[in-house]
Antibody
């Protein structure tokens, strides 16, 4: 079965760079149409789409955060890494990674999610 | 970015009630619309994809409809486990934006 798990620091200081790793199993990120995305959720607030990397290494970012985000994949390790620079207290949130399935384009959606990891930005 | 607007933001209902949540896109997204359910402290769960297709394992009392800019999620007979927050999300173009959420509470 498909599982994903986020890992990284729980506390970062303002201006620091956050590096989060999504380690997954049950699928290959070299399969056509498949992707892994990152989504975050500040405490008590809505979900925010951050970034997505596809099987062919195509990368997409939220325009409002694009200058601060980098998403990469290591297919051999079954990992996707998200880095976010210049962290600020407003970036405090639970960060999720999720599997975006392939198949017909209308059906491509996040069908499996990690448990999420809470990142607090504070000095 | 495509903006997704849900209504209402919150809703009180009783077990057995029929409820409908609406999601409107700022431009046409065809049927590239997904619905998620989230319970406190948990990751979102996919309910509906492609506007009206039920994800495997999701009970048939949950349904989705719509195309273009206007979509609805309907729960035909509320069960205790349905009380949660619901989000729509468009998959038409990146960023794949989410709605602001609808919190469904017990009356």
């Amino acid at each position: 079965q498909i599982t994903l798990k986020e890992s990284g620091p729980t506390l970062v200081k303002p201006t620091q760079t956050l590096t989060l790793t999504c380690t997954f199993s049950g699928f290959s990120l070299s399969t056509s149409g498949v992707g892994v995305g990152w989504i975050r959720q500040p405490p008590g607030k809505a979900l925010e789409w951050l970034a997505l990397i596809y099987w062919d290494d195509d990368k997409r970012y939220s325009p409002s955060l694009e200058s601060r985000l980098t998403i990469t994949k290591d297919t051999s390790k079954n990992q996707v890494v998200l880095t976010m620079t210049n962290m600020d207290p407003v970036d405090t949130a639970t960060y999720y990674c999720a599997h975006r399935r392939g198949g017909p384009t209308r059906e491509r959606t996040f069908d499996y999610w990690g448990q999420g990891t809470l990142v607090t930005v504070s000095s | 970015d495509i903006q997704m607007t849900q209504s209402p933001s919150s809703l009180s209902a009783s077990v057995g009630d029929r409820v409908t949540i609406t999601c409107r896109a700022s431009q046409s997204i065809s049927s590239y619309l997904n619905w998620f359910q989230q319970k406190p402290g948990k990751a979102p769960k996919l309910l509906i994809y492609a506007a009206s297709s039920l994800q495997s394992g999701v009970p048939s009392r949950i349904s989705g409809s719509g195309s273009g800019t206007d979509f609805t999620l309907t729960i035909s007979s509320l069960q205790p486990e349905d009380f949660a927050t619901y989000y729509c999300q468009q998959g038409y173009s990146t960023p794949h934006t989410f709605g602001q959420g609808t919190k469904l509470e017990i009356k």
